[in-house]
């Protein structure tokens, strides 16, 4: 079954420390994305990728990097971790393969807690 | 630039009365907006609850309907009877193509409480 697989689900890191997220998807699908998802904000999108090798900035990517290795893996990446980055952290797959329907798959999230 | 906007943040709605959560969108880049709920449960991820690619049409599942209006940029998101199993948060979003690249757009998020 095609599918978006977040790790960690759970993650607490020291401010100042790396952190690395990873997503893994069997959907075969070209888009990538990271979102986070804060209470009264929605979920809001940090980073995408038009397929591997490729990476690009979305609404928030201040203090966050990316990578996409590959068509199935894209990680986000906090160089340095602060605390206003509590919070969760959602990965999702998605193409537009017609052009007039969209399919998009969403990972289970990653709870991340930075102290 | 794209945008959804839900106008309730948190809603708090009596068992086995009707509810309406409000979403309107824009678009200037999407050619063919595809219309979205997902609805998160306490503890769990993301799921899709209804979908719809075709202006005019109606969504359903769970009970919960949607109807996309393409004149008025509006995809509510309604149901006639709730239940407590219905606490969650609701997202409204709008996704499609945007030349060679498919991006998804979300609202701000509508809380829902379900109170015996």
């Known amino acids: 079954e095609a599918a978006v697989t977040q790790s960690p689900r759970n993650k607490v890191a020291v401010t100042g420390g790396k952190v690395t997220l990873s997503c893994n998807q069997t959907?075969?699908?070209?888009?990538m994305y990271w979102y986070r998802q804060d209470t009264g904000h929605g979920l809001r999108l940090i980073h995408y990728s038009y397929g591997a090798g490729s990476t690009e900035k979305g609404d928030i990517p201040d203090g966050y990097k990316a990578s996409r290795p590959s068509q199935e893996n894209f990680s986000l990446i906090l160089e340095l971790a602060t605390p206003s980055q509590t919070s969760v952290y959602f990965c999702?797959?998605?193409?537009?393969?017609?052009?007039?329907?969209?399919?998009?798959?969403f990972g289970s999230g990653t709870r991340l807690l930075v102290i | 630039g794209d945008s959804v906007t839900q106008t309730e943040g948190q809603v708090t709605v009596s068992e086995s009365k009707s509810l309406i959560i409000n979403c309107t969108y824009s678009?200037?880049?999407?050619?063919?907006?595809?219309l979205f709920w997902y609805v998160r449960y306490p503890g769990e991820g993301l799921q899709l609850l209804l979908k719809?690619?075709?202006?005019?049409q109606k969504g359903s599942s769970r009970g919960f309907e949607a109807t996309y209006n393409k004149e008025t940029t509006s995809f509510h998101l309604q149901k006639a009877s709730v239940q407590e199993s219905d606490s969650a948060v609701y997202y409204c979003?709008?996704?499609?193509?945007?030349?060679?690249?498919?991006?998804?757009?979300f609202g701000q998020g509508t809380s829902l409480s379900v109170v015996p």
């Open positions: 979003a709008l996704g499609g193509s945007s030349s060679s690249f498919s991006k998804l757009v």
């Open positions: 678009t200037t880049s999407i050619a063919y907006p595809n």
């Open positions: 999702a797959s998605g193409d537009a393969p017609g052009h007039l329907n969209s399919d998009y798959t």
């Open positions: 719809v690619i075709t202006a005019g």
């Open positions: 959907n075969n699908h070209n888009n």
